[in-house]
């Protein structure tokens, strides 16, 4: 029995101007209109199973998609589990001041994040604690919703999370995963008899522009 999921990161947050907002319910700008005409090429029809997260910005998302179609969206699901990072007491903070993106003293900076997967900001969580939430999430998802297809409008961190278990790699390894703005990842899982691998990588960080 095969499960699709098009994981979809939001739209592009407005107002922030280079700081960290994790889980900061913050504006996100949907006037893309060719992304949004792509994204309602590529996404699954109201048959599908469409969740977002407690973040308002998903759900602006998935609402411009379904203005694109011209049509009423379904109800959405909402999944606290696929919920972004908290960054804690980061969250506000420009990237210079928490010497990121290679920012900082070059022996502990990283090269092109915020943290290392294992790094705990104060009142937050590890990128490794996102990845054991949402692949929590993903299960019960999908478990309640097997054999079809399903949209989950989310976040960066947690696409890049869902790939870690989806490939089984390390949380530091999808920390290495680019993933843009309105763009789309398809994981398809295969559940019933037979051998190997559960899940299948479809396609990643594809622009729905074309």
């Not at 048959?47 to 973040?55: F, G, H, K, R």
């Not at 990128?127 to 019960?140: H, K, L, P, Q, T």
Request: hydrophobic letters at 40%; a neutral charge; proline letters at 5%.
């Amino acid at each position: 029995m095969e499960t699709s999921v098009f994981l979809v990161r939001h739209a592009p947050v407005v107002g922030q101007h280079g700081r960290c907002y994790g889980i900061t319910d913050v504006e996100c700008d949907t006037t893309d209109a060719k992304a949004f005409a792509g994204l309602a090429a590529i996404l699954p029809d109201a048959e599908a199973l469409w969740t977002v997260t407690p973040l308002s910005r998903t759900k602006r998302t998935a609402d411009a998609v379904w203005a694109a179609r011209k049509v009423a969206p379904p109800a959405y699901r909402t999944v606290p589990d696929l919920i972004e990072q908290s960054f804690g007491s980061w969250q506000g903070k420009t990237y210079a001041e928490l010497g990121a993106y290679g920012q900082g003293d070059a022996r502990s900076t990283p090269r092109h994040w915020l943290t290392m997967a294992d790094i705990k900001p104060e009142g937050g969580e590890s990128f490794v604690e996102v990845c054991a939430r949402v692949a929590r999430g993903i299960d019960s998802v999908l478990d309640s919703a097997k054999g079809k297809k399903i949209a989950m409008v989310c976040h960066g961190g947690v696409i890049r999370a869902g790939l870690a278990y989806a490939l089984g790699i390390t949380p530091e390894a999808a920390l290495a995963i680019s993933v843009d703005t309105l763009s789309v990842t398809r994981l398809d899982r295969f559940d019933g008899p037979g051998r190997g691998h559960s899940w299948r990588v479809a396609y990643v960080n594809r622009d729905p522009r074309g």
